[in-house]
């Protein structure tokens, strides 16, 4: 459940905790492994930032542009922010988060299992007030233990049995058999990298003014649709590629963006 509210004259969002979540179970595991997340992140400014928490209520900062499933609308409200430059900073500041989550910096490497589809992924990200990204829901964030080159891969069980394209194939039931989720083999972070191509084009939109922004996103985009995913690049390489198209981008100048009539 959640209100607007006001702590100290600033406005917060607070947030009370469901005895049961939509599955039936205690949500409890997964709330108060968000707030720790939010609580000890050594880069908070990628995360939803915490004012505090009590109990079952965790107050938390307002980000009033809501979150990226409303894309095209917060477009229209906010015209002027409608350009190209402006839609690759969201490509920019979505895998900035990743390279974030993914860079080990405290032994783990944080992996969103709360994606089953691009609507779903969208709604875990808010929009500030200049057009970037903040990952606010924590809840469903699965861990990998870094020791030197070895992993503990993970598995996401969170929804059950994903289909379709957006998942990385690594995430699909890969038997004949009826679905078990004990028997689902496991996999890493690069599954995230597989969804990057899907994410970026929806920020881009379907302007034919993006052409040639996504012909020069098609080689890097290849790359992260690479079916084995050792073969993928990492957070990082896929930041600094569009880093650099981004820059490119500014400097010749190439930000406009006319909404097709």
């Known amino acids: 459940m959640v ?18 979540d939509l599955a ?8 108060l492994q968000g707030i720790n997340l939010m609580k000890n992140f050594y880069r908070p400014s990628v995360l939803l930032q915490l004012v505090g928490y009590c109990n079952d209520t965790i107050v938390t900062e307002v980000h009033r542009l809501l979150d990226a499933r409303d894309l095209e609308i ?17 490509c920019v500041s979505y895998v900035d988060i990743l390279r974030t989550l993914h860079s080990g910096h405290d032994g783990k490497i944080y992996v969103q299992c709360d994606a ?20 606010s829901d924590v809840d469903s964030m699965e861990n990998i233990l870094v020791n030197g080159t070895n992993k503990r891969l993970i598995k996401c069980t969170v929804w059950g049995e994903l289909t379709g394209s957006f998942p990385a194939p690594e995430e699909l039931w890969p038997y004949k058999e009826r679905y078990d989720a004990s028997k689902l083999p496991l996999y890493d972070e690069k599954i995230e990298i597989w969804k990057i191509p899907d994410v970026c084009l929806y920020f881009l939109g379907d ?4 052409r040639q922004l996504k012909r020069s996103l098609k080689d ?3 790359q992260c649709k690479n079916r084995n995913p050792r073969k993928r690049p990492t957070a990082e390489q ?11 981008m500014i400097k010749s100048n190439f930000s406009g963006f006319k909404e097709t009539v």
């Open 238 to 248: 896929v930041y600094k590629t569009y880093l650099t198209i981004y820059k490119d």
């Open 74 to 90: 917060r477009f229209k409200e906010y015209p002027l922010y409608n350009t190209l430059q402006t839609r690759m900073q969201l």
């Open 3 to 20: 209100w607007h509210s006001y702590w100290q004259k600033y406005p917060v969002v607070v947030k009370k905790l469901r005895t049961f």
């Open 116 to 135: 089953r589809n691009l609507q779903k992924l969208a709604g875990q990200f808010l929009f500030t007030e200049d057009f970037r990204l903040v990952l």
């Open 24 to 31: 039936g179970k205690i949500a409890g595991p997964g709330y």
């Open 207 to 210: 302007d034919v003014s993006t």
């Open 220 to 222: 890097i985009h290849k």
